[in-house]
Structures are given as structure tokens and as C-alpha cells.
């Protein structure tokens, strides 16, 4: 058997698709003999990186072939393992290198494996996705991260609306089968983090763990555990939940920093699971860690782009002028709930008229104006000072002509802090060397001024 031969028989008991690029290297590598500072060395990849990938690959097919594999011992066993399932109506096949044949005898050996997998799966709340609107994109863009890239940490990040939780939804819907076990929480009603972890770890080691550690760091390492034993798919939603409001973003509330500790933890340490978390703020501590070949990575959602919101509008029965159903889109910036809002009373209000609804001036009310509501009176208030000079402007502004509308209100440094807050917050927009507020919550800022809400909580 050669090296190309082993790949081939990788790649499909480990049932993750294609093997990425670092993956295949350090296999190549490793059946030459070479070490990890070697591989590292010769691929331009850190040494740790490159004995996390490996690490990985040994765990994946310790758990397809049933017994311990190592970097040293792989060739061997992959030789006897090979020989062991061969199949006699394609004996001659895989040897002789016909690529129809050999497929065939891969893909019985693989099903032979996978038919041995159990899957468990706790759903908590997660929302129904049978209707899903666009992010194909995001889509492809997640599973490569997951599933090619190793990840072990995701966060799907964007304002309230966007689309985060369909996304999470649809992602594990569709990866389902590639994951032992499945896990979804919602965190909008604040679990403690010792509830949390009390209904993981018994899920994952099915209701065996009699009684879990007294302390925290104790009861994170239980759960470790069963991620690196186990490929494991666990979702947090909403996790916003759980951060401090009136305050810079992404820091926890008082009683939760446990939270803080079990991200930590998922995205330091050598597993072969995957934590998908979504939250209308950043994390504190996710940007240090996250990378384009790292194993922690965030994707910050926007608005569908008009074809795929003038589905949600024509499944709300919202018929109308190209140019008017464009305009719409455009006001709300294609996010998806905000248009499913208008669409309700479009209909309900202007007999469908999506025009006559745009005459009348008003686009932020009801339950939209509840969601930007939640998401503003998070704000510390030197960051609604901020939103208020955006809001008021109507365009991008510079640094330094922020600089000057804050003289004498706030120094330099409150200023960038405010400025980096509100962007992990989703609510503003870095236009090369300027700032500016997408024009739904600069409409909401108008209403609040004139209504004299801009600074009050």
C-alpha cells in the first residue's frame, strides 16, 4: 500500500469529506516518518497547530478502526486494518488501482463503519427551519470550518434579527450526522453555568454521572472529557443572555463568569468536538483566540441580499413593484425579521401596498422597535453618545470628526472603547477609515431624538 492508497481509505472512514490541506500534509508526512517539528518546519505551520491536527486524525480513526491509533503505529494498522476488511469480489481492485473499483470497495468499507455509529441528540428549543431563506454562502463557509478546518469554537454574531439562530439551526440540521451527539440550549432565560453544565454532562454520559464535582473547574474537566472521547456538537443560543448591559461589550454578568471559563477552555484545549454559540455581542476573549487558521473563528452576519428577501415577502403575500419591494429591503437592510414585521402590517394596514406603506414615513414601530430597544438600552452611555452623533449625521464619519463632537464630553481613549464596543455589538459599520450605523438604526436614533429618548436609558 503507498501513501495515496492510505489517504483514500482516511478519507473515508473518518466520514468528514475531503480532508483539508494541513490534514493531508501531516498523513503524508507522518507515513514518511517525520515528526511534527519536521512537518511544521517544512509546511510553514506552527509546531502546536500541527500537533493538533494530528492528534485529531488519531482520534477519528482510533474511533472508526476500534482501537488506539498513534502517529507512530498508523501506517501499520492502516495496512492490517486494510487487509482485514477487504472484500473478495474487489480483492484485486484497490491493488490494481481502478478507480471505479476502489471506490466501490471504499465506500462498502465505510458504510461498514458508519453503521456502527449511535447518535444522541437533545434539541432543547432550537426553532423549526423547514422554511430557511438564503446563506448558502455562510452555510459552505461554517461546515469547511467544522469540518474540514477542525474548528472547535463558532460564533455567529450579528444584530437581533439577522438570522443567527435560523443559521445555527439549519448548520446542525444538516451536520447532524456527523456528530455523536447533539446538544442545543438556549441561554434568553440565563441558565447558571452549573445548571448548564449539569444537563450537558449527564446528556453526554447518559444520566451515569451520579453526582458531579463541587467546583467549577472540576466540572469543566468532567466535560472535556466526553468531548474528547466523543464527537460532540453542542449549540448556545442566545448568548447575549448572559453579558452585562450599561456596560462595554461582551463581558459576563456577575455569577456567570463560568461561561467565560468553559469558552476558554473549548478553544484551548485539544478535542475533537464543536461549540456553536450565537449572540448579538462578541465575547470578550473570542477575538484574541480566533484565526484564519486557528480553531476558533466568529462569522458576522448581514442582511440577505435582495433575491432572497423578496422570498420572505412574497411567502408573507406581499406582491408589489420591483422598485417598491426594493426600497423596503433597502430601508431594513434585508434583515430577515424586521421585513417579516413589515410585511405583517403592510398587509394588515396598506392592503399589500408596500408603496403606500413607505409614504407614510414610519418604518420603526411595534415589535421592531421593542428589538432595537433591547438591543440600545444594553448601551453604556458614552456608547449612546456615540449612536446619537451617528444617528445624526446620516453618514460616515471620520475618527477625527468624531474627535471633534466629543470634545470636552469624553476623552480619546472612552472614545475608541465606546467605538470598539459597538462594533462587537453589531451596531456600527467600519467603512475604511470611517464609521457609520446601517440605516434602520439610524432611523430608530431620528425617532428616539425626536421623541427626546437619544441619551436615556
Known sequence: MNV????????????????????????????????????????????GYVTDVGARLWQWLSKAFGKKVTKNNFPALLRQQYLATQIPAFAGSIFAKEQQAQASVLSLFAAKQQGT????????????VSIFYGRATELATTKQWMMQDGCRLVALLGM?????????????????????YLF????????????LLRDLIQFLSHQSVAKL??????????????????????????????????????????????????????????????LILTSREKPVGIAAKEGKTLPVRSLHLTGLPPVEAQK????????????????????????????????????????????????????????????????????????KQVMHWLGNCHNSMSLSELRENCVGSMSQKELLEALESLDRRSLVERRSTSFAQQSVVVEYISARAVAGLANSS
Request: glycine share 8%; aromatic share 8%; hydrophobic share 35%.
Open 4 to 47: 495515496e492508497e492510505a489517504l483514500e481509505i482516511v478519507q473515508a472512514v473518518i466520514d468528514k469529506g475531503n480532508l483539508n490541506k494541513v490534514e493531508e500534509i501531516v498523513l503524508r508526512q507522518c507515513w514518511e516518518g517525520k515528526s511534527y517539528l519536521e512537518i511544521a518546519r517544512n509546511s510553514g505551520y506552527e509546531v
Open 117 to 128: 455509529a449511535e447518535r444522541y441528540q437533545d434539541w432543547g428549543d432550537a426553532i423549526d
Open 160 to 180: 437581533g434579527g439577522i438570522g443567527k439562530t435560523a443559521l445555527a439551526a439549519k448548520l446542525a440540521e444538516q451536520l447532524q450526522d456527523r456528530f455523536e
Open 184 to 195: 442545543w440550549r438556549s441561554l434568553r432565560h440565563a441558565p447558571s453555568i452549573h445548571d
Open 213 to 274: 464535582p463541587d467546583n467549577l473547574d472540576s466540572q469543566i474537566t468532567c466535560l472535556m472529557s466526553h468531548l474528547r472521547s466523543s464527537r460532540c456538537l453542542l449549540i448556545l443560543d442566545n448568548y447575549e443572555s448572559i453579558l452585562r448591559s450599561g456596560e462595554r461589550a461582551g463581558r459576563c454578568c456577575a455569577g456567570y463568569e463560568g461561561y467565560s471559563e468553559l469558552l476558554r477552555r473549548i478553544a484551548d484545549e485539544r478535542h475533537q468536538s464543536c
Open 312 to 383: 420572505i415577502l412574497q411567502d408573507k403575500g406581499i406582491v408589489d413593484l420591483e422598485d417598491a419591494s426594493k426600497q423596503l429591503i433597502d430601508r431594513y437592510n434585508g434583515n430577515p425579521l424586521a421585513l417579516k414585521i413589515a410585511a405583517t402590517t403592510i398587509r394588515s394596514l396598506f392592503d399589500g401596498s408596500i408603496r403606500r406603506f413607505l409614504d407614510q414615513g414610519t418604518v420603526i414601530f411595534g415589535d421592531l422597535w421593542d428589538l432595537l430597544d433591547q438591543q440600545f438600552n444594553r448601551l453604556s452611555p458614552v456608547e
